[in-house]
Each structure stands twice: as structure tokens, then as C-alpha cells.
């Protein structure tokens, strides 16, 4: 049985012990949970939970129980905090748009992507619900804008690489935030000053921000294959498909990968 099955099972468990309500969604292996009386959930993203369980085991459950149980015991009064920890979340489009029921707080991208927004929550977020947003008495707008300046507040590291004359920048601090960095105009317009060819863009999943400085076609080729492989490998896969970045925004680019096995006579 693998850890997020195991993951599973056990915090079905015990959540159940303390009251709530638990539902799993096997497609992006989310196991929401719901306090029944207050009709409060929260979504946690077995997926990237099962390390830290695997590594540090029941301490690990309890501080996660804590938080869970903090966030849904959470009172009105307590809404304008709740507000402060919210970030944007990008999402394949067809990530469902709804949870529990309820419809979940989100807008358009691009053509292969939504943005969702969650209530940070410490070592896992919920996403909110146009429910939520009415609670906190905030609008759409007002949501985006705190989520936007708490995503710039977070920190942008890049790992670099060069292949076939192509320079490649990998953003991966696996905070649940990574593919998110896509919306920090701000780090992107730095970046578009420093690359020398076309700036192009790739968020195969939700773990990794690929930025690349393309400088020959062959760059495009590298690019597609790079994403594809993260899309088919990542926890929470969002697309395969490559953005050209400039200061008019992003723009699809569908990119044919070859494939580095050739015939020989």
C-alpha cells in the first residue's frame, strides 16, 4: 500500500474521531474535511503530505490535526487573519470547480489554466469557497489582490541549466506555491530583462515554475520535452503545454518534441 493510502486511511480515521465529516477525491488525491455543524472544510493535498508523514510520522499527524481543527473551529471574528494567509493556486482547467458542494472561489488564466485561491493553513491550505469569500466579507477582487502581494512576498530561488546553447531556470521550493510564482509579474518582467532570446515559460505541474532563455529552435524542442516529462511525473500535473512571456503577458506555444532516438543504417 503506498503512504498516501496510508496517509488516507489514518487520517480517516482520526478525523472521524473528533467529529468531522471526511471525503476523498482519488483524481488529485485530495482528502477534504468538513466540520458538520459549521459546514467549514479543508482540502489536504495527500499527495505532498505523504513525505512529511512518511518522514516524521505521528508527530507529524498531530501538528497536522491541529491545524486542521484550528482552521475549521475557526470563528468570524478571526476573518480578516484568515484573509492574510491567502495565495493563488494554479490549476488545470479541469480541476473541478466544485467541493463538498460548495463552488469553489476561482477565475480564468490561459486556455490550459485556473486560478484558484486558499487559506494557507501552515503544512497544508484549503481552497476557499465563494461561501468563504461571503464570510470574510471580502470580494473577488479584494481576494486576489491580498493573495497576489502575499505571493510576492514569497521567496524565488532558481536552479539553473544550460542545453544546446538554451539557458533554463527551475523555480522548485515545494510550498504548494511553486507554479503559482507564474503570477508575480514583478519576477517574470526581471527575468524578461535578463534573457537574451525569447522568454518562454512552462508550468507542468503544481511543484515547478520552468522559465527558459531560448536562443534556438533547438531550445523549443528541449522546453517541450522538459515539460511534458515533469506533466507525466508530477503530483498535481497542471499542463504540458509552453508559454511565450513578454510584456504583453503569456502566449501559447505548442512545441512538437523530437525525440533524441534516431535510426541508424
Known amino acids: 500500500m503506498s503512504?498516501?493510502?496510508?496517509?488516507?486511511?489514518?487520517?480517516?480515521?482520526?478525523?472521524?474521531?473528533?467529529?468531522?465529516?471526511?471525503?476523498?477525491r482519488k483524481e488529485d488525491?485530495?482528502?477534504?474535511?468538513e466540520n458538520p455543524e459549521t459546514g467549514k472544510g479543508a482540502d489536504l493535498a495527500l499527495s505532498g503530505l505523504a513525505a512529511k508523514w512518511h518522514n516524521r510520522k505521528d508527530p507529524f499527524i498531530e501538528e497536522l490535526l491541529?491545524?486542521?481543527?484550528q482552521s475549521l473551529a475557526r470563528k468570524e471574528s478571526d476573518a480578516v487573519h484568515a484573509a492574510a494567509a491567502v495565495y493563488p493556486v494554479i490549476r488545470s482547467t479541469s480541476f473541478p470547480v466544485e467541493s463538498g458542494g460548495k463552488k469553489l472561489l476561482f477565475e480564468?488564466?490561459?486556455?490550459?489554466?485556473?486560478?484558484?485561491?486558499?487559506?494557507d493553513l501552515g503544512s497544508t491550505y484549503?481552497?476557499?469557497t465563494e461561501d468563504d469569500a461571503q464570510e470574510l466579507k471580502l470580494s473577488k477582487d479584494q481576494i486576489r489582490e491580498m493573495s497576489a502581494f502575499n505571493l510576492r512576498r514569497l521567496p524565488v530561488k532558481?536552479?539553473?541549466?544550460?542545453?544546446?546553447?538554451n539557458t533554463f531556470y527551475f523555480i522548485n521550493h515545494n510550498d504548494g506555491y511553486d507554479a503559482s510564482r507564474v503570477l508575480n509579474a514583478s519576477y517574470l518582467n526581471e527575468m524578461l530583462s535578463i534573457v537574451k532570446g525569447k522568454m518562454a515559460v512552462a508550468i507542468p505541474h503544481q511543484d515547478v515554475l520552468i522559465i527558459a532563455d531560448i536562443q534556438n529552435d533547438q531550445g523549443y524542442d528541449v522546453l517541450g520535452q522538459m515539460a511534458m516529462q515533469f506533466f507525466i511525473?508530477?503530483?498535481?500535473?497542471?499542463?504540458a503545454l509552453s508559454f511565450l512571456y513578454d510584456e504583453n503577458g503569456l502566449e501559447p506555444i505548442f512545441i512538437l518534441a523530437?525525440?533524441?532516438?534516431t535510426k541508424q543504417d
Open 29 to 33: 488525491e485530495v482528502l477534504r474535511a
Open 66 to 69: 491541529y491545524h486542521v481543527e
Open 258 to 261: 523530437k525525440s533524441k532516438n
Open 108 to 119: 480564468e488564466h490561459t486556455a490550459e489554466t485556473n486560478i484558484f485561491y486558499a487559506q
Open 3 to 24: 503512504d498516501v493510502m496510508k496517509l488516507k486511511r489514518l487520517l480517516e480515521a482520526r478525523l472521524r474521531e473528533k467529529g468531522f465529516k471526511t471525503e476523498y
Open 126 to 128: 484549503r481552497l476557499l
Open 233 to 239: 511525473n508530477g503530483r498535481v500535473p497542471v499542463t
Open 158 to 165: 532558481a536552479k539553473k541549466d544550460e542545453v544546446a546553447g
